[in-house]
Nanobody, 117 residues
Framework: QVQLVESGGGLVQAGGSLRLSCVAS????????MGWYRQAPGKQRELVARISNIGRTNYADSVKGRFTIPRDDAKNTVYLQMNSLKPEDTAVYYCGAERSAGTIDYWGQGTQVTVSS
């Protein structure tokens, strides 16, 4: 059974930083593409950032230049470093794992990020 466990969310003022972590159990991590997604109240879940199993990254336009998504395969962990946070970044952030590109096979439980103005 694969589990993804997120941590690191919280309340931060606009302009501040947070680092989210997602730890994966099981043996799938190093071969999986990993992504961070977010869902704000009343909105659909959207991709924030994604890193492939060979380290290729892509970002939503709204976070380019502010967020990064490093991964540490030795620790089965993917991070989301969020800088220059804005109130519109407020959402529940989810970690997702793709064993093959295009299909999210596993989700974490989510972690709340709230940015105050």
């Amino acid at each position: 059974q694969v589990q993804l466990v997120e941590s690191g969310g919280g309340l931060v003022q606009a302009g501040g930083s947070l680092r989210l972590s997602c730890v994966a159990s099981g043996s799938i991590f190093s071969n999986s593409h990993m992504g961070w997604y977010r869902q704000a109240p009343g909105k659909q879940r959207e991709l924030v950032a994604r890193i492939s199993n060979i380290g290729r990254t892509n970002y939503a336009d709204s976070v380019k230049g502010r967020f990064t998504i490093p991964r540490d395969d030795a620790k089965n962990t993917v991070y989301l470093q969020m800088n220059s946070l804005k109130p519109e970044d407020t959402a529940v952030y989810y970690c997702g794992a793709e064993r093959s590109a295009g299909t999210i096979d596993y989700w974490g439980q989510g972690t709340q990020v709230t940015v105050s103005s």
